[in-house]
């Protein structure tokens, strides 16, 4: 398994801390930007990932009316990351705009567009919490499997699902749509706030093609030693 199919999260809340985990952890290609750091500094931390060569999932999950919508994806299309998320609940026509603003605003500027990829269900939520709080009537491996699936219609490169329910994707969306799983916890990590997960070796086996792995390696008292053991623990299984 290469390494280069691990995702991980620069979840911190500054330019500052961002760069400061960039240089603990160089071996690490392939980074996600979230809402904190994205609100908190800005796209110049975009710009610092792509100078040494990274890759990025811009992860903003934009949800709204089509309009803005492709507003924003047309804006982020520009940035020239690798990745980028919208909500699946958003619909058809939302997801139809993101993806076709997506592709507009990359040639505006000549960079390679974005995989837009939707998401199903956030992975903190629970079969429970689905039912009772959101009361969404469908089990919750057939709703992410349904979420996945309007996407697919849409036009979208992929979904984001937890990896309990990547196996039915995969079988039912085929080879070519990408499937990115966040909350992939080793089994000597803690859980958190994580309802779905699986370890890293059982996550591929399912079918994800990356991996989103945060706390436990960012939260690490040694983060290095944290990425070595996920690594070599994937090249051995």
């Known amino acids: 398994m290469s390494p280069e199919r691990i995702i991980v999260p620069l979840d911190v809340a500054s330019e500052a801390e961002a760069i400061a985990l960039l240089e603990t952890l160089p071996e690490v290609t392939f980074w996600k930007v979230g809402l904190e750091l994205f609100v908190n500094s800005g ?4 710009k610092i990932l792509k100078n040494q060569q990274k890759r990025i999932f811009l992860d903003l999950k934009f949800h709204d009316i089509p309009n803005t919508m492709a507003g924003a994806c047309r804006a982020a299309g520009r ?33 390679a567009p974005a995989k837009v990829l939707a998401i199903t269900i956030l992975t903190s939520l629970s079969a429970r919490q689905l039912a009772f709080d959101l009361k969404i009537p469908l089990e919750l491996p057939d709703y992410a499997l349904q979420m996945a699936l309007l996407a697919q219609e849409a036009g979208v490169d992929g ?6 329910e990547v196996a039915q994707l995969r079988q039912t969306c085929g080879d070519n749509f990408l499937l990115v799983c966040p909350g992939v916890r080793p089994s000597w990590a803690e859980g958190g706030d994580q309802k779905r997960s699986l370890t890293p070796a059982q996550a591929l086996k399912a079918g994800a093609d990356y991996l989103v792995i945060g706390r436990p390696i960012t939260a690490a008292e040694e983060p290095k030693l944290a990425w070595n053991r996920i690594c070599d623990e994937l090249v051995g299984s």
């Open 159 to 164: 979904a984001v699902c937890s990896p309990q």
């Open 43 to 46: 796209p110049g931390i975009l």
């Open 79 to 111: 940035y020239g990351v690798d990745l980028l998320t919208i909500h699946a609940t958003a619909g058809k026509e939302a997801i139809a705009a993101a993806q076709q603003a997506v592709q507009e605003g990359a040639a505006s500027v000549g960079v």
